[in-house]
């Protein structure tokens, strides 16, 4: 009797482990999609934890919004910014920047997700007219950034938490991505962080890298499609 009450609490244990597993499989599965250009492809995850931007991302992506639109706005160490559906053939020298799909979106800042090389965002107006920091509906960036020193950071840090009600912190790890693969940290906080790059940094490399007039728009058009992967 002892044996087979046994056999039950182990059989019992071992199906709560599996269904557990199964579940956390089914929830943390991640919407993946693939970025393509002339310089190469970009694939990408969507953060499960920002859930407004990455459902109005698919919605735009399936509706294939984001066809032919340009990487209008490349900073070299920094990031490369793209989405605005004006940029559509676009003519040369033409500023961009401007165009919207007629609506924001909420932030959804989290500190688990920083601003290292390779994580997309959403791009969005100014603190002066928009103090809520809500994001554009369609235009994004993907960080390139630098590598930079803790004491960078920490002055940084120093000059970015004067007079905010909850001040921006790193912990060791996050210091540590940094230092070591790089970002954008001054945008931590301030900017929705909603995906990253699994496939491709050296395409973000190069993007980044294309010569650009005086508003940072590459000479030769960058066009994009995007394109949901199976998960």
Do not use: W
């Not at 959403?122 to 803790?150: H, L, M, W």
């Amino acid at each position: 009797m002892l044996i087979k009450k046994f056999f039950y609490n182990l059989l019992f244990a071992v199906l709560l482990i599996v269904s557990g597993n199964t579940f956390a499989q089914k929830t943390d599965k991640q919407a993946k999609v693939l970025i393509s250009t002339d310089l190469g492809d970009i694939e990408l995850i969507l953060y499960n934890e920002t859930p407004q931007h990455r459902d109005n991302f698919i919605k735009l992506v399936k509706s294939k919004m984001y066809d032919g639109t340009l990487f209008h706005r490349v900073i070299k160490d920094f990031m490369i910014q793209g989405g605005d559906p004006d940029s559509k053939n676009a003519a040369p020298g033409i500023m961009l920047g401007e165009g919207n799909v007629g609506y924001t979106i909420p932030a959804e800042f989290s500190t688990s997700l920083i601003h290292k090389k390779g994580v997309l965002a959403a791009a969005r107006e100014s603190d002066a007219v928009n103090p809520q920091k809500e994001s554009s509906g369609c235009q994004f960036y993907i960080v390139q950034g630098r590598t930079f020193t803790k004491a960078e950071i920490d002055k940084m840090l120093s000059r970015k938490n004067k007079g905010r009600e909850t001040p921006v912190s790193y912990t060791e790890e996050q210091y540590k991505i940094y230092e070591t693969i790089g970002g954008t940290p001054h945008l931590d906080m301030d900017y929705t962080v909603f995906g990253e790059v699994t496939k491709g940094l050296d395409v973000i490399d190069k993007i980044a890298a294309v010569e650009k007039d005086k508003r940072d728009r590459p000479v030769n058009d960058i066009k994009m499609t995007i394109k949901l992967l199976k998960k």
